[in-house]
């Protein structure tokens, strides 16, 4: 999020993505009005697009989204296999007082298992993961 407020007129949401894999990296990075963003205060789910974050009960999340030049499309849940850890309340990013973050390592570890497609091609995923909030 850049200007969360809106208070400079710039106000953004952005959607970050990239794959490794052995043809090479694929990545997008793309920014949203903030009219397609929307987040709950009381858990993990978060809208930018039509890319969400959803949480589905203690220790469980669904990633799902797309590029919008389509490269990349992912379906993936997240399981908590570690404790969360809290790293960061408020901590200042900006020069601004509403430039804050903090930042919950909510899964420092976590089994992912889903879908990603790169290109066309598929990837099965079932693999060790991190995920974590601010």
């Known amino acids: 999020m850049a200007d969360p407020a809106d208070l400079l007129g710039s106000g953004q949401a952005r959607m970050v993505a990239a794959a490794y894999t052995s043809a090479g990296v694929v990545s997008a ?3 949203y009005p903030l009219s397609t ?3 709950s205060a009381d858990a993990a789910d978060v809208t930018i697009g039509a ?3 959803a949480a589905y009960g203690a220790g469980t999340e669904r990633v799902m989204g797309a590029s919008q030049d389509g490269r990349l499309s992912w379906d993936l849940v997240f399981t908590q296999r570690a404790t969360p850890w809290f790293a960061a309340d ?3 990013v900006g020069h601004l007082p509403w430039e804050a973050m903090s930042w919950l390592v909510y899964m420092p570890r976590a089994r992912v ?3 990603l497609i790169v290109d066309g091609q598929t990837y099965d995923v079932d693999a060790p993961g991190y995920h974590d909030h601010n």
């Open 29 to 31: 990075v793309e920014d």
């Open 37 to 39: 963003f929307s987040a």
């Open 51 to 53: 890319n969400t974050i």
């Open 90 to 92: 408020g901590m200042p």
């Open 113 to 115: 298992t889903g879908s």
